[in-house]
């Protein structure tokens, strides 16, 4: 049983390792094999959504094998693979090292902390389970994601680690830069952009993270066991699991080790028995067992099945308890047998062949260069539809866009759970959580913040992180071309027209060459002014980034409902089109 401990806890170290690397990658040096090989594909709910949203069996791979593996063997992916609950265990067990320790041992926080390190058995709120998971359903139904992703740990742990832990760090690594940099020492390089959210999102944040560690530290899994809705459905699951933990009753003393040693509050010392439904599989309780009377064994309800041993003699007294335990056992027999084994197998394969052809013709049609914007081709004003969000105290025009990859607005914020893995992803550093920019109903689902920067023209993390499918993978070539908004230039504001003055900042940056400088006013001034080639514009905010007209920037990107695609720039577009005079005859060496 040590040997089983071992592992899950070296499986634990090294997901947990993996999923708190991206959020600490201040700057974005991960290598491509860690996007290839996401382990954030291993999330239940994220796997969920991917498969509703994409239709690819393969994106649901991990709903379905850790569904599977808790009707076999439990709770395999609380135990290992939860990154919340990953993070509580972080929290809890340094805690109580620390106190454990001769200088804090004997003070308030030490005797607390004793205190909370013996746990006692609980009985499992089933009615509250079962209200959890309707819930999460009807969030899945009517597409209330947002919701949804305050009740999933993945989102959870996301919107602790992005809204808090990202930009402390990476504001940290700003302030500690500056600082060696005023005493000549260059050794820290400083971050790009502004890594810092908005403080609404940062205090919700830091609320789930306080309240999250004061439950670990108190009560272990608690939240696991109550308030999540994977945790419930799982645990459902794990009442007909083929292989649990059982107490030994003749073995065992009822000493109490394993309750006091349980972090799911699942194991019952003095009715020698073990809510498997609650049981994240620690295996806490048998490494701790003075008289190894815990095993991990087939369940005896399988025993009998398989093995067709008689029922074991049940007390008078516990009459009402064997009824109902018959009544289960022969419902499992006629839904359970030996044959029927290799049936469920050989359907979840033909699953995953099913899906895996399908996911491969998706990577095929990325890599053919069929880009998100040609899903508009020929469907008229759709594809010109101006997104409906404003944002308060801008210019009416200026309208709000989704990253490159989402493919509208509807689908992003329909499979956005709020993660906020793009938000650390982005290296302008431009997404961030919103708060009231797409409505209350979609409370930190992020949104691009071109005040703060602009889209990079050769940059696609978010499309590589995104695990639900509310950003599809674009590679750099395809991005280049994805139409996000268009462009607005209003010339009245223009400090060209207003102060009479040379500007072009806006042309200067624009990567796609949808800027063009016209001549302006009197041909004595020289001044020039921005031209918009609306259909060569991919509404990456690099010109109303640049703007420096104030309170309202002369040039704001107007973003659209649903993405299209962009044309490549042609000289013959130009407006400005100059008159070559013929070259005049000269001795001169230079033929220019």
Known sequence: MKALRYIRITVAVAVFALMCAQFLDIYHALPKPYYRYDVVATQFVPSLLKWLATGAVVSGAAFITFCVCALLFGRAYCASFCAFGLLMDAIRRPFFYLCSRKFLAKSKLGKFAKKCSTMKFKKARNVLKSCMIAIAAICIIFGWIALLGLIDPYALYGKTMGAVVHPVVATLCDATSAMLSSVGLYVIDPVNGNPQVPLAAFAFGLIVLVGISAASIIRGRLFCNTLCPVGALLGFLSKFALFNLSIDKGKCVSCGMCERACKSECADAKGKKIDFSKCVLCFNCAANCPKKAISYTLNDKYKRIFKAEPAPAMRAESAIESAKLSCRGSALERKISRRKFPAIFAGISAL?????????????????????????????????????????????????????????????????????????????????????????????????????????????????????????????????????????????????????????????????????????????????????????????????????????????????????????????????????????????????
């Open 352 to 592: 995953f062949i099913s899906g895996a052809k399908t996911d491969a013709q998706e990577r095929k049609r990325y890599r053919g260069g069929e880009g998100a914007g040609k899903g508009c081709a020929g469907k008229g004003k759709n594809c010109a539809k101006i997104s409906p969000y404003r944002l308060a105290g801008h210019r009416d025009d200026k309208r709000l866009t989704t990253p490159p990859g989402s493919k509208s607005i509807e689908n992003f914020l329909d499979n956005c759970i709020a993660c906020q893995r793009c938000t650390a992803a982005c290296k302008a550093q431009i997404l961030k959580p919103s708060l009231g920019q797409w409505g209350l109903s979609h409370f930190m689902q992020p949104y691009m913040d071109y005040d703060q920067g602009f889209c990079l023209f050769d940059c696609h993390n978010c499309s590589k992180v995104c695990p639900t499918g509310a950003i599809n993978f674009v590679n750099l070539k395809q991005k280049r071309k994805i139409k996000l908004g268009t462009a607005v230039f209003n010339e009245d504001l223009c400090i060209v027209k207003t102060d009479g003055t040379d500007c072009a900042a806006c042309g200067e940056h624009c990567p796609v060459q949808a800027i063009e400088m016209v001549p302006f006013g009197k041909k004595s001034d020289s001044l020039y002014i921005p031209h918009v080639h609306a259909s060569v514009c991919i509404g990456c905010g690099a010109c109303e980034s640049i703007c420096p007209v104030r309170p309202h920037r002369a040039i704001v990107v107007q973003g659209l409902s649903v993405h299209a695609q962009a044309k490549e720039f042609q000289t013959s577009m130009r407006v400005n089109k100059p008159k070559y005079d013929e070259p005049a005859t000269s001795n001169s060496p230079f033929p220019f």
